[in-house]
């Protein structure tokens, strides 16, 4: 090190752009908070407010008590719906990954082919079929709409694939020495030993369908129905200028991501950043 | 490893004569069990739909009508058709499209490789940073577009109050495409940085201490060791972010309403409302077949211009 003093310099600037930029992007966010605790007249200030004054938790109080927009309603259909679905993705992508990695039969690779080429389709072609097929179903207007048709998604039977091929086949082999079926084999070994790959599937998964916004809006329509990124659409377009609702709504449609960030937050990273899922 | 999984001679004989029975043979229809869950699902959400969509496309499908008439390819001649309804709307919205995509992508290509190269090192508080820089992004578009339609509000916003401006983002153009755009920007710009910094931390740093042997100064580094290291990834997120931006959906929801007159109503979202809100599926089908094929063709062109540049 020819100039230690430099690149402490450099790094000490690399900290100081990364830090203020930091603190600008978190901000937009830090608003939406405060803003949920202010009066009507706070939240419709033209002076920013960045410590509402007075303090209240008003908002909060007035949307769970509406009758138009029931929120909590909505949180649990929400909670049901990313629920339900990430488990629905796992339970049907990892034996079909698995058997796609690991057992040999006739047809396999033309299916594995196909399935992995759909994810070269535009998922807009999906869309008014789909809908169609929901109706067929008699689903629209309730939760399996919203659950069930992107679990015929490719993207958790490929990942997970991937994932079957990195593990090694010996502990498998010796199991099948000591007569484990091949569920049995699968449920004991492969799945335990895929865990890091399930439960970031699971994760995206919930992520995915707690956030979906386009089906939603189309395929629920009653008001006891709806999930919650659904609902607040609706809230919206009733309630532009009742900021302090808007923000209160958004805050609780965030808490359960922002909770499940913080503590899965490198899975989800890494999953996301390996795995190239895009949104 | 090896040693204590593979038996030995006494077991392997006793492998052999049980072979024949359950314990080595697995039934033939076994994979199909594990296949069949998902499989099904496949084929009634992902085959069918794709199939079932093309046919829609050639009727005249309201579902709310009990007669769909065949109309073959009339649909898509409407769309081509740009003095029509149908065709005049369409190509306004894949205007919008183009628009978004366009002024959106350079940005969320360039942004995020930027982020990432100053995250690339070992410091301390860089997970934080990169926790914070992908935060936005766990956010679904619905609280996205309230908040920053909330900090662009003409009237009581931020936005203009710290840029002491005075502008309309939500219903004047230009305005509205940079709103669109710049919030989008902040929404998914945590995404590809990560993946960017996780293909900048798969380039050997063999590559860097040689490049560096050879005399080369940081651009040189930059651009013979940086840009060839993060050339598979590229691929893939340069292609995922013409998708994403192309189907651009809730900002311009939430935001715009597609104001002023629908010219910040994307193709995704005419087909939406033409087929789920208006019943006219027919149409909003072919449209989005027709969305599909430019799509393809984009992602076809991103492959073919990466695979030029690597045999060059």
Known sequence: ?279 | MSLLTRPGGVEEVAFAASSGTSARRMNRWTPYAFLAPYLVLFAVFMVLPIGFGFWTSLHEWDITLPSKPFVGLGNYADLFDPSSVDGSRFWTAMRATGIFTVASVPLLIGLPLLVALLMNGRFGGRNVYRAVYFAPYVLGVAVVGFVWRYLLDGNIGLVNHYLGLDVQWTTDLPAAWVALVGVTVWWTLGLNAVIFLAGLQDIPRELYEAAMVDGAGPLARFRSVTLPGLRPVSVFVVNATILASANMFGQSYLLTSGAPADQTKTAIYLIAETGLRQFDMGTASSMSFVLAGFLMCASALVFAAFRDRGRR
Not at chain 1, 83 to 95: C, D, I, K, N
Not at chain 1, 151 to 158: M, N
Request: aromatic share 10%; glycine share 6%.
């Open chain 1, 1 to 279: 090190m020819s100039a230690p003093s430099a690149v402490r310099v450099r790094r000490a600037l690399l900290h100081l752009v990364l830090a203020v930029v930091a603190a600008l992007y978190i901000s937009p966010l830090v608003y939406m908070v405060t803003t949920s605790f202010k009066t009507r007249e706070g939240a419709g200030s033209t002076t920013p407010q960045w410590i509402p004054s007075p303090a209240t938790t008003g908002a909060y109080r007035e949307i769970l008590d509406s009758a138009d927009s029931p929120i909590m309603t909505w949180f649990a259909n929400s909670l049901i719906a990313a629920t339900g679905h990430a488990v629905l993705v796992l339970a049907t992508a990892a034996p079909a990954a698995y058997a796609l990695a690991r057992l040999s039969f006739r047809g396999r690779s033309t299916i594995f082919t196909v399935v992995v080429a759909t994810l070269f389709v535009p998922p807009v072609v999906l869309l008014v079929p789909n809908f169609l097929i929901v109706n067929e179903l008699a689903w629209v207007d309730s939760l399996p709409a919203v659950i069930v048709p992107a679990a015929a998604g490719a993207f958790g039977v490929f990942f997970l694939r991937q994932f079957f091929l990195t593990l090694p086949a010996e502990l498998e082999e010796a199991a099948e020495l000591d007569g484990c079926n091949r569920w049995q084999i699968f449920t004991t070994i492969a799945l335990p030993l895929a865990k890091p790959a399930l439960v970031t599937l699971f994760l995206l998964s919930f992520l995915t369908n707690w956030n979906d916004f386009l089906w939603p809006i189309y395929v629920l329509l009653s008001p006891d129905a709806l999930t919650l990124p659904a609902g607040l659409g609706n809230f919206q377009s009733a309630n532009t200028i009742r900021y302090d609702l808007l923000m209160a709504g958004a805050v609780i449609a965030s808490v359960p991501v922002i909770l499940l960030y913080l503590v899965a937050q490198r899975w989800v990273i890494e999953g996301i950043s390996r795995s190239g899922l895009k949104g």
